[in-house]
Nanobody, 114 residues
Framework: QVQLVESGGGLVQPGGSLRLSCAAS????????INWYRQAPGNQRELVAG???????NYADFVKGRFTISRDNAKNTVYLQMNSLKPEDTAVYLC????????WGQGTQVTVSS
């Protein structure tokens, strides 16, 4: 079984940075593709970035050049470095993996506001 726990959210001013963490339980973390999604009030959940077991990454167009996803398999953790944050990045950010079904964390709130 895989469980995901996000952390690192908070309140930041426009132009600022945050680093989110997604910590996973289980012995098969290194084999999983891990994705970050976000959901703002009234909006659908949208894919932000993903990283495969081999380290290949993909990004939504709206975060390219600003966000970086990485993983540390020794720590069973995936990171999302978010730079040049904008008010429209405000959302709950959720970690996701597929392991005999979709697995979601509880989410971490990111608020970008002056």
């Amino acid at each position: 079984q895989v469980q995901l726990v996000e952390s690192g959210g908070g309140l930041v001013q426009p132009g600022g940075s945050l680093r989110l963490s997604c910590a996973a339980s289980g012995n098969i973390f290194s084999l999983l593709t891990i994705n970050w999604y976000r959901q703002a009030p009234g909006n659908q959940r949208e894919l932000v970035a993903g990283i495969t077991s081999g380290g290949s990454t993909n990004y939504a167009d709206f975060v390219k050049g600003r966000f970086t996803i990485s993983r540390d398999n020794a720590k069973n953790t995936v990171y999302l470095q978010m730079n040049s944050l904008k008010p429209e990045d405000t959302a709950v950010y959720l970690c996701n993996a597929f392991f005999f079904g979709q697995v979601w964390g509880q989410g971490t709130q990111v608020t970008v506001s002056s």
